[in-house]
């Protein structure tokens, strides 16, 4: 849970009676934010000493909200500054004059705390005037808490070839707070082959497995257990997985079909061995409290303006457009492939990719709609046209050296991508 600091400056050549009255709803109002637990400090905060008794409750939390009640001095904000956490600065509206005096002065607080800040030195900081506190902004916090709260299982290693997924561990670590363990594909192979098969009924309910064998269906059965007393035993929550060749091979299928019923049930595991990819997912599910798909920008038709955001068959079944069938196959890999076919739901996507090259990470972003389709190859798929032409899209990725796969998820969070990138001093390549 996200753990907030909020205070309300104010100076009393100002109406800050008012400002008090109206901080009074604003905590009442914030309270009822059920993922945040908000550390109020209930008093004005007017002077020099009362910041810096105040600025002792703060220490802990992950960002601070700073209030511009009325206008204020100066040395307020810099106080709560000092902290280095990710602040928020808001403006109330302005009240309706009286008597021909300003009564809050409200953004000129702001003004002055955002300019002291970034003479300072402090880029951290995301402003917002109005009633409401900017929730793009809360979402963007618990995307970066979510990356510091993460401990990834990278199974295997990346998937053969695929240099571009390469990452420096300990950069990471120290940019993100994100915690990585190297495990091994043997072992998950003996969790899957000692389970029980106890999910071969809700696969059934789920998939059509015409297209599979028994056999196979009982393995998909128990790789999906297997998974499940991985992530518990080894103390992860989230997984890469080095998806080939070796698990056709030596375990009998690929585990995409495993994957996507795991996913449907808020496991994030990415392919290919990809920890960005990886986090990328996690950081989209945290902005939008929905199920994401690590996808390739897979088919391009530059003419009709669209791609396919592809995989091989691990969309997680609740993306499913409830037309198509949705079906277990083993189209590839010598008939040991095991995925999931079916076309993903139309509507709204946005599309975000934590990527490293030349020693920065960068943040691609980019917004689109996934529209409907025949369901006309096997795999899992949204056709999706872009708010950029393809072309354009396409040119971005190449000459910046994007990596092939990103992080979809339903809805517009492209202003909460922005703040999230601001946060982590990511730069930001939009689509």
Known sequence: MLKIGVVCLARKTFDYNAAAEIYKEKIEELKSIKYVEFIFDENLVIEVEEAQNSVKKFVDVDGIVIISGTFHLGHLALIYASLKKPMLLWAFNELPYNGGKIRLNSVCGLNLNASNLYKAGYDNFHYTVGDKIDMDWINALKMKKVLENTRLGVVGSRAHGFFNLGIDELNLNGKAGTLIDYLQLDELFDYANNSESQYEEKLKEIYDVSGINNTQLSKVSKLIRGLELFFKEKNINAMAIRCWPEFASKYGISPCAAMSYLQANDYIIGCEGDVEGT??????????????????????????????????????????????????????????????????????????????????????????????????????????????????????????????????????????????????GWEIIRG
């Open 279 to 424: 986090l990328s997912m996690i950081a989209t599910k945290a902005a939008s409290n929905s199920t994401p798909f690590l996808a390739d920008l897979s088919q391009v038709n530059l003419e009709e303006n669209y791609a396919l955001l592809w995989h091989c068959g691990v969309a997680a079944y609740n993306l499913w457009d409830k037309k198509s069938n949705r079906s277990l196959d083993t189209y590839f890999a010598g008939g040991k492939g095991v995925t999931a076919d079916f076309v993903l739901k139309p509507g709204v996507i946005s599309l975000l990719r934590i990527d490293s090259a030349r020693g920065k990470t960068r943040l691609f972003i980019a917004k689109g709609e996934a529209v409907e389709m025949k369901k006309e190859l096997k795999g899992t798929y949204a056709k999706v046209i872009f708010e950029n032409h393809i072309n354009s899209l396409l040119d971005t990725l190449v000459k910046n050296g994007v990596a092939h796969h990103a992080a979809m998820v339903y809805g517009d969070y492209m202003r909460t991508f922005e703040i999230f990138g601001q946060l982590m």
